[in-house]
């Protein structure tokens, strides 16, 4: 027994052990990302990941502050990412329903659909795209031209399906009994059941055009309506010269476009928990 409880205790050091070099490894980028925007002059060698107290300042941040219109950048990044975390809910909610409670022809099919586009890099679907909503769309230079490509996300889609599909059958069917309609089902008894899954997608959506610049690089050259992440990689190579750490100035950039995700984790990663959904059947 001694012997089991010793092995049991030196697994459970291991464990942690590793858990601890795995989230230092994570970190270490964000820590640099940190350190390399608040340094006055760039110090790439190992020093320069434990830099001295001089050498730490705000002046990165005030410097990005004054040379790009930041808080219109940070606006049409939030435009963006509003719009397309509103669709995929949308467009998400109707269609893991429809996958999960409903039943109909070709449904099947539809779902192996869902699936197929999982394996689809974006980068082939970028072209086609870009003729469609750029020549014949003619929504270049508009926000609705940047949400339009994102506005399904088939990941969300089958999230919304497995947790739909998790939901005791006995609980649609009463609301049918009692009259409601399929959409009045999905939104007075199925999305206060999937609560998880709608923050999760949200996260999980938010993460993507937030960070996006390839498509918005390609659809707008109008620079009162490019994305923070743009912005930004006009603002570095423009300003190289900007001042002694001109890195330190796009970190700091990178600093800004990544405080609103880490918030976003960090208020909804206690929810990333599945519901009782049993709990909704009585008896």
Known sequence: MATDRQHSGILAVLRGAALLAGAFVALVPFYYMVIGALQKGRDTSLRGLLPLPGNLSLDNFAGVNDSIDLLRSLLNS????????????????????????????????VFALVLLVQAIPFQLLMIPLYVMVVRYFGLADTYFGMILPFAVNSVAVLIFRQYFRQIPPDVFDAARIDGASEVRILISVAVPLVRPAILTAMLVTFIGPWNEFLWPFLVTKDTSLQPLAVTLANFSQANSTFQANPMGAVLAGACVLAIPAVVLFILFQRHFTSANLGSAVKG
Request: charged share 5%; glycine share 18%; no cysteine.
């Open 78 to 109: 939030l435009i963006m990412t509003a719009g397309v975390v509103g669709l995929t809910l949308v467009f998400g909610l109707l269609a893991g329903y429809a996958l999960a409670v409903l039943s109909f022809r070709g449904q099947g099919l």
